[in-house]
């Protein structure tokens, strides 16, 4: 049997190419012809030899699956197997991508990726399985499924922020769909026991019940001044969510906007990014604000039009960014203060 997309022989069991990672097409089965009424002398042909031993044992990051290094996709969840180490010269390195009809598990349940512009995950809870989400990411559910309000602490304090003050539990058995309602990409984000992950607000799709949810300040912001009105803006929002699998594996899924890249930090490494383009980070990746701009004495409007604000992260851990972000409101402003910090003048 042979992939219809690209061509590369593929072997029986396999859901998804190991080359491509599309999805496999099989023929239906021919029927079956009546045998002979004389029995033939000649011996039957010999069972195939078996498939070679894979030259290098991989598992799939996503769905735990034995995989061989060359190959390039999982035969079982169609995701791409980076091999360890391959980045750009610069050290990012892509997500692995969520081919159309994904399936990966958790538990006892299934969540199935489906579609590519607009991604939707289509959950299959098994019973006594539990995910929660926020209310408006829910797309569609069988009526079977049971939903339940999950309080958060600090609720005056997410008022304020914008955050919202429930999260909406859901518990098999039964089907239940999110999407973001947003072009985008969906990311499997799977927790081992004892791992936590910063995410920044609004990124969050769905999470398992096993997953320890929390919040903290950023203590990231800056001050603009209009004529006797001061305004605080936070570049990557007042608070960031903060999620924790104590003792089981657990699965986050995000939604970002555009390619995916992530970055491993060696300890006192610093990078620079647009604040608003930080997915998540691990939590001993510390960040602060830096500014740039020319070293003018006259002419101020000169030094806020040419000024670039950044999120300075420093090492070790892992930081993932978008590449389509959102312009970053005040940054053109007269800032009058702001919270720890560096500068450098050009």
Known sequence: MFCSNCGVQVHEGQSFCVSCGNPLKRPAAAPVASPPLAASATPAPASPPPAPRPSGAATCSWCGAEADTAHTSCPRCGATLTPRGAATQSGWAQLPARKDMAKLQFGNSFCQIEGLYVPVADMNLAAGDSIYFSHHVLLWKDPQVNITTMPLKGGWKRLFAGLPL?????????????????????IPLPLQPGESVDVREHMLLVATGNVAYDWFQTSVWFQTRNGNETETHYPVGMFMDRFTVPQTPGLLLLHAGGNIFVRELAPHQTILVKPTALIFKDPSVRMHLHFEHPNLTFFSWGQWSNRYLWLRLSGPGRVAVQSVFERLEGEARNITGWSNATVQRW
């Open 166 to 186: 429930i999260m909406t539990e859901a518990r098999g058995p039964g089907h239940i769909a999110f999407s973001k309602d947003d072009p985008g990409e969906v």
